[in-house]
């Protein structure tokens, strides 16, 4: 017998987030998060996004064992651009269809009680937050922050007659492939013409004075893709205090105008996948030891963040960018990178890696449902 329960109590909440060691427990290419950063990120009092969404988490027993959990996310902000929409996250179940049934139904039931006409998923609270479903590259070590999940997820989702929505894809590159000369003369005339500069950093702090000017950037690059709602200054606050002590700053460049402010940016960092394996979600006693040390390691990366001011898309800007991080990558001797995942629908974004040379690494899925008619008012609350 199924039985789902509703996340109540601390000790659930911390079962929602340790479900996922025991389901894992024997593969080596799951990447397990930080406790504190789910708990930071599923909790109403530290995740500013509760300003502008609701949540519920449940949980899934069969016979008395934990086999699965699920969130339930309504994003306000967002679903005044895109629609009365609940999305599911943080799904996980045993190989097991009447379990994932039973939880992917309660969040359906629960957006019906809230007016919600379509159900999407996997999808956080915002864009920065783990989502999509992987399709393609089951054998493929991930990055910290993609989802990594069973081949027999997506099947199941389709069994249950979800449909996908939107994909996001992935690329592995050579990292030190060197910048042609003629990319180069052309990035010069580019930076010329527009007035721009081009930074580099050796120094967190000097980061952190663009921090606010990168998300502005970010928030209006981001703005027309799917699903995005807005990062608020909260948010923006937030993620700048718990992921900016991650950032190597010989691994970052943005692109300046003349009033000083960012216009373009590349984020990348060194590859922790391996070392939050070896944390297994727990910074202490040992875990920030592994995290440490992969910090220094840079023969491994992850393009983390990117993107142009949509006033200075079409200009070539992108360029700027990635060639100054393609020179810090051969400078710090990286041999590998692996892209952020980027929407195939953003033709723009996905061409930029058309000079590299390049291959296919991970595809992940959106899967949506049509739950009630359009016609139905959305519950205000």
């Keep these: 017998m199924i039985q789902i329960k509703i996340v109540e109590t601390a000790k659930e909440l911390k079962d929602f987030i340790r479900f996922p060691h025991t389901l894992y427990a024997n593969s080596d290419l799951w990447v397990p998060p930080l406790d504190r950063d789910e708990m930071a990120i599923l909790c109403k009092d530290t995740n500013p996004a509760f300003e502008h969404c609701i949540s519920e988490y449940w949980l899934a027993y069969k016979d ?25 996250g943080w799904i996980d179940f045993i190989e097991d269809i009447n379990v994932a049934r039973a939880l992917i139904q309660t969040v359906e039931n629960w957006g019906k009680e809230h007016g919600m006409n379509n159900i999407q998923g996997p999808l956080g609270f915002n864009d920065m937050d783990n989502e999509g479903m992987l399709v393609e590259g089951f054998d493929k070590l991930p990055t910290i922050a993609n989802i990594y999940n069973y081949p027999y997820y997506p099947q199941f989702m389709e069994k249950l007659g979800y449909s996908r929505d939107e994909d996001w894809l992935q690329f592995k590159f050579n990292a030190s492939q060197a910048v042609p000369e003629k990319i180069e003369r052309i990035n010069q ?55 900016f002590s991650f950032i190597n700053p010989k691994l970052v460049c943005f692109v300046v105008d003349e009033h000083d ?121």
């Design 189 to 243: 005339l580019i930076a010329e013409k527009y007035n721009l500069r081009v930074l580099t950093f050796t120094k967190r702090k000097d980061i952190l004075k663009y921090a606010n000017s990168l998300f502005k950037t970010l928030n209006l690059a981001f703005s027309n893709l799917y699903g995005y709602s807005n990062l608020t200054d909260g948010e923006i606050k937030c993620l700048i205090k718990n992921y």
């Design 261 to 381: 402010e960012v216009v373009a940016f590349g984020i990348s960092i060194p590859s922790l996948s391996r070392a939050f394996q070896k944390a297994k979600g727990k910074l202490f006693p040992f875990g920030f030891i592994h995290i440490l040390r992969a910090l220094k390691k840079t023969d491994a990366i992850d393009l983390m963040l990117n993107g142009v001011h949509p006033d200075w898309q079409k200009r070539g800007i992108h360029s700027l960018y990635y060639a100054e991080m393609n020179k810090a990558y051969i400078a710090n001797k990286v041999k590998i990178a692996i892209s952020n995942q980027q929407l195939e629908s953003n033709i723009n974004a996905v061409r930029v890696w058309d000079n590299y040379e390049k291959e296919p690494y991970i595809r992940r899925r959106c899967y949506s449902k049509v739950l009630l008619p359009t016609n139905v008012e959305p519950d205000k609350e």
């Design 64 to 88: 008395g064992e934990l086999v699965g959990r699920i969130a339930g996310i309504i994003n306000h902000s967002a679903n005044a651009k895109w629609g009365n929409k609940v999305r599911f």
